[in-house]
């Protein structure tokens, strides 16, 4: 894990995002965020990836829960 000031991030963050590991962001010496890699073939990215879809395919949420709840109910009754 790598500890980092916002404006030392500012001017490196392409090279800190492809650094691979966790990074806790600190203003005044105080952690603020953290940025963590995202593993390959998790159930995170896989989530990730599907969003993304929806997305660009202009599905909402709200749209994306509904469909979902109806196949829930469909299947489980």
Do not use: H, W
Not at 24 to 33: D, H
């Amino acid at each position: 894990m790598r500890y980092i000031g916002v404006r030392e991030l500012k001017e490196s963050f392409v090279s800190c995002i492809n650094s691979g590991e966790e990074i806790v962001i600190t203003k005044r010496k105080k952690p603020i965020a953290k940025i963590s890699p995202i593993k390959r073939n998790s159930p995170e990215s896989a989530l990730l990836e599907i969003g993304r879809v929806l997305t660009e395919a202009g599905i909402t949420q709200k749209d994306a829960l509904r469909v979902l709840k109806q196949v829930r109910k469909e299947l489980y009754g």
